[in-house]
T-cell receptor, first 112, second 113 residues
Framework: DTGVSQDPRHKITKRGQNVTFRCDPI?????LYWYRQTLGQGPEFLTY????????KSRLLSDRFSAERPKGSFSTLEIQRTEQGDSAMYLC??????????FGPGTRLTVL | AQSVSQHNHHVILSEAASLELGCNYS??????LFWYVQYPGQHLQLLLK??????LVKGIKGFEAEFIKSKFSFNLRKPSVQWSDTAEYFC???????????FGGGTRLMVKP
């Protein structure tokens, strides 16, 4: 399968712990996006990379969140000192330029 | 800030019925418009997109959508639904040459066999 992949698919953690998620985009895609989706809502934009540069961040992305795309390929999203309100599905998407965004399966985070 | 409204949260239809899902957005500039579908247990997939040109857009699986600029709408239609169309449908908007997608809250469609 050459689509967007995300790891892990599920993560359960205790409040206050740090978690890190990984996204591998479609190989030739230069743009990578992170979204968050809570139950009953549509995805909400978090941040966007063009190659290795993080060019846009949502106000939803608090100081506890950090994302990287060190070599312009895979990306990581880290949440420090998790809170129960961080429980959500974290979605990664990639695109070639301004074309459509292809989404991965998501990482479901549960903070106890 | 732009927003997207999907007025129907849940829709139940019988097979062969016609479908129309509403989507309205609030942004006055040029936009790109998308409908994504999420089948049970699967990830978001693109059904169709509008960037420019003919406002009637045809997508996969017999779906189509019509962009009506004066109404800020991009409604999704299918003349005859199948049980396999049971899924959640999301409308999304992006400012032209922008980056982020703004999604509506989704419409959960159940098709009864």
């Amino acid at each position: 399968d050459t689509g967007v992949s995300q790891d892990p698919r599920h993560k359960i953690t205790k409040r206050g712990q740090n978690v890190t998620f990984r996204c591998d985009p479609i190989s030739e895609h230069n743009r990578l996006y992170w979204y968050r989706q809570t139950l009953g809502q549509g995805p909400e934009f978090l941040t966007y990379f063009q190659n290795e540069a993080q060019l846009e961040k949502s106000r939803l992305l608090s100081d506890r969140f950090s994302a990287e795309r060190p070599k312009g390929s895979f990306s990581t999203l880290e949440i420090q000192r998790t809170e129960q309100g961080d429980s959500a599905m974290y979605l990664c998407a990639s695109s070639l330029g301004w074309d459509e965004q292809f989404f991965g399966p998501g990482t479901r985070l549960t903070v106890l | 800030a732009q927003s997207v409204s999907q007025h129907n949260h849940h829709v139940i239809l019988s097979e062969a019925a016609s479908l129309e899902l509403g989507c309205n957005y609030s942004y006055g500039g040029t936009v790109n418009l998308f409908w994504y579908v999420q089948y049970p247990g699967q990830h978001l997939q693109l059904l169709l997109k509008y960037f420019s040109g003919d406002p009637l857009v045809k997508g996969i699986k017999g779906f189509e959508a019509e962009f009506i600029k004066s109404k800020f709408s991009f409604n999704l239609r299918k003349p005859s639904v199948q049980w396999s169309d049971t899924a959640e449908y999301f409308c999304a908007v992006r400012k032209n040459a922008g980056n982020m997608l703004t999604f509506g809250g989704g419409t959960r469609l159940m098709v009864k066999p």
